[in-house]
């Protein structure tokens, strides 16, 4: 498998593998993009749904974040059930879960 970067507006987003260029495409335009609108920064979505997804191979520096992060999900899961062929890792700062929430009290 290769790995590949999803970027938006130029910026590293996420790091993911495939097979293929055109199925990291497929991948990305039907399934992964989307999945992006769910996840914050700052209050603000990681795409909006406009801006256009682009991919490419990920550069080394990304592939050690999703080494790194693969090791971390194997050592803290059940590994026999773990498929590293769809692991994904965000290479941005989400917001926590209910963050908003807690900056409207």
């Not at 593998?17 to 979505?45: M, N, R, V, W, Y």
């Not at 769809?86 to 700062?93: G, T």
């Amino acid at each position: 498998m290769t790995l590949f970067t999803i970027e938006v507006a130029g910026r590293a987003l996420l790091v993911f593998p495939e097979k293929t260029s055109e199925a990291a495409e497929e991948l990305a335009t039907e399934t992964i993009g989307p999945d992006l609108q769910d996840f914050e920064e700052d209050g603000e979505p990681l795409w909006d749904g406009e801006e256009p997804l682009s991919v490419r191979p990920a550069n080394e520096k990304e592939s050690a974040i999703w080494d790194q992060g693969l090791a971390e999900a194997k050592s803290s899961g059940d590994s026999a059930q773990f498929d590293p062929d769809s692991y994904a890792v965000l290479l941005v700062e989400v917001d926590a879960e209910g963050d908003e929430e807690e900056g409207e009290a």
